[in-house]
């Protein structure tokens, strides 16, 4: 059996696997629809695998922002693999380019651990959210309060973002919606001082998960890593290896330009994770390859809507399923 058609069965199981598929089918609809377009037609062109149809292949990727050194080494495994396995058939080649998409997202045997969230069983779990304005930093935060909250845990959401006019408010709205309290301070307040002031409030509540927003713009770019390096100070006094997760937030749809910010980010804080909103509305959604595979950063959250409900736990399996869900149709 294939493994698209091993792809396909799955997400086809169970109910819930299927609804985890219809939201990646539907949120990389962009992405699928040009990709699956671009490789149908290479696939249309080349009768036989040979050069010129790997530098076409590389212009597709490269268009889908898998990023040119990802390309690359992806090129490279894949003509030892159609050399290994002796693919004389451009149609074959799909199934091994689907193969490889997820070999490079995996980190161990299926790729759970790595990209899920890292909460505590027992104990107060802290996770610090960080990126530039207009990411979706304040939306993620809202949309996880009210995911964590529907698990049964109890949140609390701490408004760190006090430079920004309206963040404060915004996070207010974002913790109506989600039915959890907001710990803040007046805007310009110390941020550190008001994640100081959620901690205590998280401790004394017996509150399960603390979600910390962060500026995402000051006078200039070493102010910024100076004020989040304090926060997270903070935290670490005050909570044993706290934080438990630093969530950077990128925006899918500025595409390299989401790549350059994650490489500053993760020079200044040590970064555990990517959330990468606005999936859904780009054609470019081979970042989340290129920001794996360059910076070894997982990315364990993406927005695939705008629905509170819209914000996924990564899945390499169900992400290369919606890439290629029109190619399945096929089969």
Partial sequence: ??????????FQATDQQEEV??????????TRKSFSE???DLVARYRKVDED???DLEEVLIAADVGVTTVMELIEELEMEVKRQNIKDTNEVK????EKLVEIYQGNDDGSEETSLNIQKDDLTVILFVGVNGVGKTTTIGKLAHQLKSEGKDVLLTAGDTFRAGAIEQLSEWGKRAGVDVIKHSEGSDPAAVIYDGIQ????RNADVLL???A?????KVNLMNELAKVKRVIEREVPNAPHEVLLVLDATTGQNALSQAKTFSQATDVSGIVLTKLDGTAKGGIVLAIRNELGTPVKLVGLGEKITDLQAFDPNAFVYGLFADLLEEE
């Fill in 1 to 10: 059996m294939s493994f698209l058609k091993k792809l396909k069965d799955k």
């Fill in 21 to 30: 598929s219809d939201k990646y089918k539907e949120g990389l609809s962009k």
């Fill in 38 to 40: 671009k490789i149908n």
């Fill in 53 to 55: 149809f790997f530098e």
């Fill in 95 to 98: 199934q091994v380019i689907s």
């Fill in 201 to 204: 409030a998280a401790k004394s």
């Fill in 212 to 214: 910390c927003d962060t």
């Fill in 216 to 220: 995402g713009r000051l006078q200039n």
